[in-house]
């Protein structure tokens, strides 16, 4: 099995129902925060991930911005903090790395906002003068 799905499955072995409720907790009062940050703005836009892609056989950098990175999850903190809450986000090329490989811009609306990611989406994709690049195959 993939090493990164045994470890997630591992993860969730050892909590406990108590750990289990407080996050559910947590994560209802991070939905209130979301909630009254999109009472007074539309959309957020922020990067996919932390860094730009990497071809797959490259190793997993050890720290970005000085921070030290554990998992594949610390590169991807942007799209879990939404994967996280009921609010539609979704994930459009913005450009590309010099080495041509695709850098991500997530767009993520209010609750029941997904009309309006979806058209926001649109709009950037068809603004982009890369909308029909695709990256080389290994």
Do not use: K
Not at 15 to 20: E, K
Not at 29 to 48: C, K, M, N, Q, S
Not at 132 to 138: E, G, I, T
């Amino acid at each position: 099995m993939d090493p990164i799905l045994v470890r997630r499955l591992e993860l969730g072995r050892s909590l406990t129902i108590q750990d289990v409720a407080r996050a559910e907790g947590e994560r209802s009062a991070y939905h209130h925060r979301l909630r009254r940050f999109f009472e007074r703005y539309d959309l957020v836009v922020l990067p996919t991930a932390a860094i730009p892609a990497s071809p797959l056989d490259s190793p997993m950098p050890a720290e970005i911005a000085g921070r030290q990175i554990r998992d594949h999850l610390d590169m991807m903190v942007p799209t879990y903090a939404f994967n996280l809450s009921p609010y539609p986000a979704i994930s459009v090329p913005c450009g590309w790395t010099e080495s041509g490989l695709p850098i991500g811009l997530q767009i993520v609306g209010g609750w029941r906002q997904d009309a309006l990611v979806l058209r926001a989406a649109a709009a950037f994709e068809t603004a982009a003068p890369w909308a029909d690049r695709r990256p080389a195959l290994p």
